[in-house]
T-cell receptor, first 114, second 108 residues
């Protein structure tokens, strides 16, 4: 059973460019959350997708957008990249059978903006 | 709002005990604990729910004081494999907010 997968593993972009990160959830999971983790910090919640809709959003600007596909996979898009967007981007999937549920994290995409 | 964790770091020898604390300024329904080893993804440890229910996979215990809006994670008889950064998370309407983490180093 494959866990959460993310692509690409590493990415280098220039300021002002746009980037798309991809995530495939664990088998049987229908909810995907995205997090940004700066070096030495805890993961910061970007947004969560469920039934192809953004269900909740953290304190991130509109430059951060996402999408969930019918097969539950998800994309994170970041426009007009800033140096401060350099971070590890984590995707986590879960099956919300109850109000609180455990999340399974993928290995992350390391984004470097130069 | 992010929960606050303490201490920031702790160094232990194998077999020693440690406590990691997590507090929130908001009323908590649940507290989540994850561990992240260097260069790896965070891994779920446990969820503590209001009312006392706990769901976890490891032999690491924790407590949840709803009135004080605090949780503590207990590392008992620590093993080398316990090394990593521990994050507590508080949940509100599908949004999980993590603390800054506590780095635990267990030495032989």
């Amino acid at each position: 059973d494959a866990g959460v997968t993310q692509s690409p593993t590493h990415l280098i972009k220039t300021r002002g460019q746009q980037v798309t990160l991809r995530c495939s959830p664990k088998s049987g999971h229908d909810t995907v959350s995205w997090y940004q983790q700066a070096l030495g910090q805890g993961p910061q919640f970007i947004f969560q997708y469920y039934e192809e809709e953004e269900r909740q959003r953290g304190n991130f600007p509109d430059r951060f957008s996402g999408h969930q596909f019918p097969n539950y996979s998800s994309e994170l898009n970041v426009n007009a990249l800033l140096l401060g967007d350099s971070a590890l981007y984590l995707c986590a999937s879960s099956f919300p059978g109850a109000y609180s549920y455990e999340q399974y994290f993928g290995p992350g995409t390391r984004l470097t903006v130069t | 709002q992010q929960p606050v964790q303490s201490p920031q770091a702790v160094i232990l020898r194998e077999g020693e005990d440690a406590v990691i604390n997590c507090s929130s300024s908001k009323a908590l329904y649940s507290v989540h604990w994850y561990r992240q080893k260097h260069g790896e993804a965070p891994v779920f440890l446990m969820i503590l729910l209001k009312g006392g229910e706990q769901k976890g996979h490891e032999k690491i215990s924790a407590s949840f004081n709803e009135k004080k809006q605090q949780s503590s994670l207990y590392l008992t008889a620590s093993q080398l494999s316990y090394s990593g950064t521990y994050f507590c998370g508080t949940e509100m309407t599908y949004k999980l907010s993590f603390g800054a983490g506590t780095t635990v180093t267990v030495r032989a």
